[in-house]
């Protein structure tokens, strides 16, 4: 065995580039710890001369992420490239049939090939740690995977995108509207510059929906498509009307198992604003777990950032220098089960309608007769007149009713002249 | 090796017998998620044939624990005996030396014994497991050893006691007194039925306090004489006049590096009703570290009972069976270093003071020249006559100040005859 473990780093943005000045900072920390000197032996990323925010070692640099694998005898992979399949998954792949173990914060990688690569680690006897892909600096995974191992675990949910929370929390607080806020994100970094769309639309969060599935309920990642919904249609009128209402626009991933079948969903949800989960705002996350015996467990950290992601890709690293677990998903991959999926058309909710109407007699009577026909019960009616526009604005908080109902309800709007734009459903958290 | 793992359960209390229970349901699933089958070999109390609520294999039964240590190959042992010394430090000292692996959801003998304790099982190169020793089900050592392991915690504090949280929510919600909310609180079991002091005066808090600190710090736990105060001088009256002031009573936990010194606290603590530790009510629990560069990461959950603990005791388990870790507080006992105190009498807080006193002139004026000669500012002022009674209440909100400061001009207010019982002092959470 080497006097060092022998350690390089795929891809050096933001989140990689971190990584590799803290481990610098912290190597005596770490063999305090785990009794291992470390070593980073091999960078890699496309643009060797680029202006870096920490100085990187020239020598040890290769832009050829394969052919850094030929050369070099690595034993702890960092994969820090992001992308879904291409060079991080030859990347990976290859470090595991080499027997190198890999950590890597790719959410997008693990949901689409983490079963594949979780069996090949297993079959090479090799780590595949993936803590900081889920919830940032929140110990979630590990949590699931060991704190509450033997729990019987039915529910997951939580905020689980930092970009959207900071955008609906700061429509709120500043009054300001979608683009206006989405533009103040990207100032900060909070969302992606080039294309926030993976955030906004919400395939971020449903990607760590799979994830956290798969760990608590010891089930394959699931392919079944579900209910994805962003905040992109989420208008600043929405936000203060249910503020008046007492309630929050919160963008929630859900994973729960009903009568034996899964349901994960991503969609923007109203919370009352006394709730804990209505509380959680800005840039943080929240991962909230039911099961037995253990009862209700809540996770709350920053979601996103170099400084937190690395928190966790270190955590990774001391669980493999001290010579832990060895399963990626905490059970060999034999013995997960395929799950079968809840049909989403009978998913129930309340929910918030939100129609544009024009302001004249008749028009109220044809909605609450529509939403009758489906048999779609109301609870609450606000409407609100705009005399100058000759319109009005009517919401309708309706009682639980299943989702395929109010789909072919709402459908029935679209070609009505009296009602000036689509309908606004949001759905409300219970 | 065996082909089993051999178990014993030393104490069967509430949660000992919950633990030997669940074993029996889980075996196949342990088994699944470490490749190792269990079995309980030996459990022993002090009453064989007590009426339990679990029926118990009366072949295995010792009622001399250390005759089972004895006569019996045990590989994993269950500490639930609950004694800070005594018994339960023999028991775990002669295991230890044994080569058996220890679980313990025992604080008072962690707090007590803990740095002997895994200092023997170090030596002995077995594990010495306590995660449910602090916040009952919520996976909390594990993450600060583990999940945020290489960050830089300079704080974390929390709510520790689920008997007095209950206590304090109900007090407030029912709006009954002290006495009837304990005698309630016992009833539901959420407080013991004989001597519910340890819970009430802040021990138990103070005892995880010490385990948590020496987790996050690295540091030996420590023996410094700090602030301990309960929640027994709480009165309803506190309660309802920190409600008018948008505030709310807890008790907290803090434990915090201040200049490089170790500062340990458990008192009452009012927070703003509009705070997240303000919302953490009934018998949960929540634990806030503060971290770089992680930030601030939550964990709630049920802090007591046997279904929360019991998950904890057997993440460890799990934790032993999967081959994992075996620093008992994630760094060698050699490497843990002594923290110098911080002086408590540099403590500062903004103070909640009220005083009970004749109503006649002259007695405000008496407390605020006394506060002034203490160079204590006042930031606000409530007075509430009983005219009946020819009394006053007198509720004064202080700037920052410092503890020795605040102790030294309450004491003065003693021997006065228009004060007519001694003031009351809660510190403002900030």
Do not use: W
Request: include cysteine; hydrophobic fraction near 35%.
């Amino acid at each position: 065995m080497n006097k060092f473990t022998n350690i390089a780093i795929i891809g050096l943005g933001q989140i990689g580039l971190y990584l590799y000045n803290e481990l610098r900072l912290k190597s005596s920390e770490i063999e305090n710890k785990t009794g291992k000197k470390i070593k980073v032996i091999a960078i890699s990323a496309k643009n060797k001369n680029k202006k870096r925010k920490f100085k990187i070692n020239k020598r040890i640099f290769y832009s050829n992420a394969l052919k850094l694998l030929q050369e070099k005898k690595i034993d702890i992979l960092f994969e820090c490239i992001g992308q879904s399949g291409g060079m991080s998954k030859k990347v990976v792949e290859k470090a595991l049939k080499n027997r190198t173990h890999v950590i890597t914060p790719n959410k997008a990688l693990i949901a689409k090939h983490g079963d594949y690569l979780a069996s090949l680690a297993e079959k090479n006897n090799v780590n595949l740690e993936f803590e900081a892909s889920v919830a940032g600096g929140i110990p979630i995974l590990r949590s699931i995977k060991e704190g509450l191992a033997t729990n019987n675990l039915k529910k997951v949910y939580g905020i689980l995108n930092g970009t959207t929370n900071y955008i609906l929390t700061e429509m709120e607080n500043s009054n300001e509207n979608f683009e206006k806020v989405l533009k103040k994100a990207q100032h900060f970094g909070y969302a992606e510059p080039g294309n926030p769309k993976l955030d906004l639309n919400g395939f971020d969060a449903f990607a760590k929906v799979r994830i956290l599935s798969a760990l608590a309920f010891n089930n394959q990642i699931s392919e079944h498509k579900c209910i994805m919904e962003g905040i992109q249609n989420i208008d600043l009128k929405d936000i203060k009307i249910a503020s008046q209402l007492n309630l929050r626009i919160k963008l929630l991933g859900i994973s729960e198992i009903i009568n034996n079948q899964l349901f994960e969903t991503v969609h923007p949800c109203l919370v009352s604003k006394n709730s804990y989960i209505g509380n959680v705002s800005g840039v943080m996350n929240a991962v909230i777990t039911q099961g037995r015996p253990v009862g209700e467990t809540i996770l709350q950290g920053e979601g996103a950032g170099p400084g937190p992601t690395s928190s966790s890709l270190l955590s990774d690293l001391l669980s493999i220098l001290r010579g832990n677990i060895r399963m990626p998903f905490g059970i060999s991959h034999s013995k997960r089960k395929k799950v079968k999926p809840f049909n989403s058309k009978n998913y129930t909710n309340s929910l918030y309608l939100r129609f544009e109407v024009k302001d004249k007699s008749g028009v109220l009577s044809l909605i609450t007769n529509r939403l009758a026909k489906y048999k779609i019960s109301i609870k609450r009616i606000i409407q609100t007149p705009d005399k100058k526009n000759k319109k009005a604005t009517i919401v309708i908080i309706t009682h639980k009713t299943s989702e395929i109902n109010a789909k072919n309800c709402l459908y029935i709007f679209k070609n009505n002249k009296n009602i000036l734009k689509f309908p606004t459903l949001i759905r409300l958290y219970s």
